[in-house]
């Protein structure tokens, strides 16, 4: 199950521009299908608000500046807890 640690790992890989958006969201998808199962509640509270906001981004209700913010703060906040 993946760990807090990698979600960060990877999302501030996308946010530093080492990937793209299209990669970093097919990774998390599948790397995070389950994390609501996870004992580490880092990890589960980290993916549950990137999800949100890669679902605000992809319907249109976010902006890729907004959903950077949102990521960055997430990884800053939740990957610590």
């Not at 389950?34 to 990890?43: I, K, L, T, V």
């Not at 608000?49 to 990884?75: F, P, W």
């Amino acid at each position: 199950m993946v760990k807090a640690q990698q979600i960060r790992n990877k999302a501030e890989e996308w946010l530093q521009g080492s990937i793209s958006l299209p990669d970093f969201h097919s990774w998390f998808a599948s790397e995070t299908c389950d994390a609501h199962r996870s004992d580490d509640f880092a990890a589960k509270n980290l993916a549950a608000s990137i999800d949100l906001s890669l679902s605000e981004y992809t319907s249109g209700h976010l902006s890729l500046d907004g959903l950077k913010d949102d990521v960055r703060q997430a990884v800053r906040v939740l990957a610590k807890v």
